[in-house]
């Protein structure tokens, strides 16, 4: 090999560590952030970016704005509605957070993005 396909051979090795090494670290970084990922949502509220604690306070204050409303239900013979309160409702919202959080933190690389 003459000398100019050595320099270049060793520039896009360089290169090719350097890209390597940096996405590997900011993988490493992301994984441990206490922050849920953007994007990351349940029913109609965005957690996205909230710590677990704040997304469990979030999770906390809809659960008990969802005991307050109505199911109306239909079966054969009849109707009815009845409060969620009534049936004892209740929003695991400790749990629920965490599962939010796990959100692109389960299995590998290469199973997250399939």
Known sequence: MNGKIKAAFLIIAALLTSAAISFISVVAIAGKSD????GVTVKEL????????R???????YGEVMR???ANV???GGSGS?????VDFRLDAAS????AWLV?????????CL
């Open 55 to 61: 997304a469990r306070q979030v999770l906390t204050d």
């Open 96 to 99: 629920t957070a965490e599962k």
């Open 104 to 112: 692109g933190r389960r299995g590998n690389f290469i199973r997250q």
């Open 35 to 38: 922050r849920i990922y953007p």
């Open 74 to 76: 239909t079966f054969q």
């Open 68 to 70: 307050e409303k109505t």
């Open 46 to 53: 965005d957690l996205g970016n909230m710590s677990r604690e």
């Open 82 to 86: 009845f409060r969620l309160a009534e």
